[in-house]
Structures are given as C-alpha cells and as structure tokens.
C-alpha cells in the first residue's frame, strides 16, 4: 500500500480535515490545526506531503520521526499540529486497512468509556449557574468554565472577588459533588494566580486549568503551596520534551496534551506513559472537531491515568457547525450518565461524511481569536 494523495479541508466553525488516500483505496482522516491558524498549518500539511506521497502508510513511527527530525528545525504549534493529522490520519488507514480500532493496536483498552466534562458560558453568575444546572441535567458529571476575564499581572481585589462569587454561585446551584474544572487559560499572571488559587481552595475544585502560562511554569511551585486543589496544563505544549521539565518540577497533577497539537495519537501515547511513570493523571485537550475527539478517545482507552476527555459538542465557538455534522455514523460518540463510550468501529472509527465535509469547505472560515486589551490600553492575554 502507497500513499498517493492528501487532501485538506478548511471547514466551519474552526477545523482544518486533512484526507489521506492510499493505491488500495483506503482512506484515512486527521484533523491537523491550530486554533486561528488553520491556513498556516494547512500550509505545513502540504509542506510535509512531499516526502509522504508514494511511502507505506502503515510505517506510522519512522514517518514520524522524519516530519519531526527531518526538518532541521523542530517543533511548535504549526509543525506538531501539522504532524498531529497526519498521524492521525495514518492510524485511521492502519486500522480500517486491519479491520481493527486503533486502540486495539496500542494494546487494547482498559476501560470501555471514559467521563466526560461540558465547558459552560454566561455573562453574569447567575446565566452560568443556570448554564451549569442545565448541563448536570443532561447527566453531566463535570463542568468547565473560564474562571475570569483579563487580568494585569497585579490586578484589583474586585476582580478577585467577581471571580469567586461566580464559583460560589455555581458549587451552590449544582451541589457538592458535581465537579469543576476552572480555567484560568492563562490569562492570569503569578501575583494574581496564587491569589486565586487560595480563594478558589473552599470550593473543591476538580482542578485549575493554565493557571500561569505554560512558559512561566516556574510560578507553579508557589501557586501548588497556596492551595491543594490540583493543577492542569498542557494544550500550549507540543511534544514530550516539552511535558519533560513540567513532570520533573512535580507541581502539575493532570496533563492536557491535545492530540491536534502534540504530535498526533503516536506522541500523546508516550506523552501519556511519561506521565503515568510520575503518577500524573492525563485529560486530553479537545475543543475541536469529531475527528481530533476521536483520537482522543484511542489515546484514553489505552491509558491507565487517563480519566476525563473534554468535549466540544455544543461549546460556544461552535456556531453553524457541531462535531456531529460531519460524520455519519454520530451514534458513535454515544453519552450516557456523564461518560462517553469508546468507538469500537476500525481505524478512529468515525466514518466522515465527505460530501457534506467538500460543502462547507466552500464557505470555509478565517476564525480568531478576540485581541483583548486592559483599561490602561495595553493588550491582555486571551
């Protein structure tokens, strides 16, 4: 078997799909992008199919090591998420080609479904309390939200105080044992995140998220002594030499790699393991399309310390297309009681719908993100 052929789709509301044909008629699917930058990363895509086209697709492990070390110069956003899809895609061919699911060639899983979290949103505390009751009241088992607006690196009480009141909100709507998951995104810098971070403790937080950005990771010694709520980061690192200094310092609990960004199914599996071998627990980063939740859900089912998969259906950078629109067999993400089950169909097992795929593209979209400025003008991290 030859590949003869990727194909890239830039589709709504935010996604890049990439289709990787093959001599003997097998296709598979990736979903290669960067959030706001799906057009450079399409770019990269098709930088790396030159050397791709005309080689087995089932040598998945040497095909990444030459898009990784091939190039000289290694790394990033738009070189691993380039890699990610491509990866993905290939899985997907070697197990259709098979008749097997991927996590069936990684081992077999270990579990036959995994919890799920749902991202909530609102203006005001009461909408998000709101937004939360109705999310628990689908079967949710665990919300995510972001736990504040811009903030300068020392920033108002105020702003602190807004921040809490929105938690406290919420743990009274839902009740003690409905988890929550608080992301900082990063837009918090170290005097004001170990600030929150011990104001946030009484509320039994499932975790912080990006508490400080991930280049300024040694502020986490300081933040992990002001509150033993753990910590989770991970969706701006892109390889396991990356995630190797967060592991060595000891302060993060939980690792998010996102299997669009870090180097696809074939690094997120050793990305995984790292972590196990330090006793971290691993929750992939995934607020994207059916494809890139689908190679999630493989890298789950084989972890051990895998225990919750974020999800994007209904999220609100979803408007005009969910993950469901794209694939035809949609029973495949099958939610019940705040889990989702794990696609038992060969290779990623989804089966997209590349008509409708060849349609939207049409429309495509330039999504970005919102550039955010603080009251005295200068610009604040998104």
């Known amino acids: 078997m030859k590949i003869t052929k990727l194909t890239t789709y830039i589709v709504p509301p935010r996604w890049l799909f990439l289709k990787v044909e093959t001599d003997e008629g097998i296709v598979g699917w990736g979903e290669p992008v960067v959030e706001g930058r799906a057009l450079t990363v399409e770019a990269a895509v098709h930088e790396l199919a030159d050397y791709l086209i005309g080689k087995d697709p089932f040598l998945i492990e040497d095909h990444w090591n030459v898009m990784y070390r091939g190039g000289f110069y290694r790394g990033g956003a738009v070189h691993m998420s380039a890699i ?51 999310v628990v009241a689908r079967g949710f088992k665990a919300i995510k939200l972001n736990g504040c607006e811009e903030m300068q690196i020392v920033d108002t009480w105020e702003k602190v105080e807004k921040a809490v009141e929105t938690i406290a909100i919420i743990r009274e709507a839902i009740g003690p044992h409905i988890g929550i998951g608080v992301d900082f995104h990063g837009r918090v810098h170290r005097p004001m995140a170990k600030v929150l971070a011990k104001e946030l403790q009484p509320y039994n937080l499932l975790f912080i998220e990006e508490p400080v950005l991930s280049e300024n990771r040694e502020a986490l010694k300081e933040i992990a002594n ?57 929750a992939p980063h995934c607020p994207l399309g059916p494809i890139a939740l689908a190679a999630c859900l493989q890298v789950d089912a084989v972890s051990y310390n895998a225990f919750i998969q974020e999800q994007s259906l209904g999220i609100h950078y979803n408007k005009g297309n969910d993950i469901l629109d794209y694939i035809s067999n949609k029973e495949v993400f099958h939610y019940a009681d705040g889990f989702v089950s794990i696609p038992q169909g060969p290779g990623l097992g989804v089966e997209v719908d590349e008509a409708y795929v060849i349609e939207r593209a049409k429309e495509g979209h330039r999504w970005r993100n919102p550039i955010w400025r603080h009251e005295d003008g200068s610009v604040a991290e998104w």
């Open 226 to 282: 002001h509150c033993s709520t753990p910590i989770a980061l991970g969706e701006r690192l892109f390889s396991r030499w990356d995630f190797k200094g967060v592991l060595a310092d000891g302060y993060v609990d939980i690792l998010q790699p996102d299997l669009s960004h870090a180097g696809g199914i074939t690094e997120c599996r050793k990305i995984a393991a790292m972590a196990e071998a330090y006793d971290v627990a691993l």
């Open 84 to 134: 990610s899809g491509i990866d993905q895609a290939l899985w997907d061919i070697k197990g259709k080609a098979l008749g097997q699911p991927i996590h069936s060639l990684l081992g077999g899983q270990v579990r036959d479904k995994i919890k799920v979290y749902s991202w909530i949103g609102g203006d005001r505390p009461a909408d998000v309390a709101n937004n939360a009751r109705e």
